[in-house]
């Protein structure tokens, strides 16, 4: 499985962002898709995941600015980005895994990540 992330750029504070990511793999709806982020001098972050069954969860940090969603049919993962902060600056990944981590949180559990796209949130 490759994943295609998209979509990151300069904004400003307030601002709306939409990432895109994009799997090659033959199967995706029995996937688990997750974002993370990093900074530099920091370890990445979880942002957001959606489950096969589209349940969703997010970090207290974007909890009701973000939203990830998944359109199978083109095998894409989105995570919508509203209200972006200068805190939200950092490389963002994409992640799959096959079925649901034991710890959705967890970068660990997810076996394949596309490459970073840089988000930049100016104030």
């Known amino acids: 499985v490759q994943l295609q992330a998209s979509g990151g750029g300069l904004v400003q504070d307030g601002a709306s962002l939409r990432l895109s990511c994009e799997s090659s793999g033959r199967t995706f709806s029995d996937y688990t898709l997750g974002w993370f982020r990093q900074t530099p001098g920091k370890e990445r972050e979880f942002v957001a995941a959606i489950t096969w069954r589209t349940n969703t969860y997010y970090a207290d940090s974007v909890k009701g600015r973000f939203s990830i969603s998944r359109v199978n049919a083109k095998k894409t993962v989105y995570l919508q980005m509203n209200s972006l902060k200068p805190e939200d600056t950092a490389v963002y990944y994409c992640?799959?895994?096959?079925?649901?981590?034991?710890?959705?949180?967890?970068?660990?559990?997810?076996?394949?990540w596309g490459q970073g796209n840089q988000v930049t949130v100016s104030s």
């Open positions: 992640a799959a895994r096959r079925g649901v981590p034991n710890i959705i949180r967890n970068e660990n559990d997810y076996g394949f």
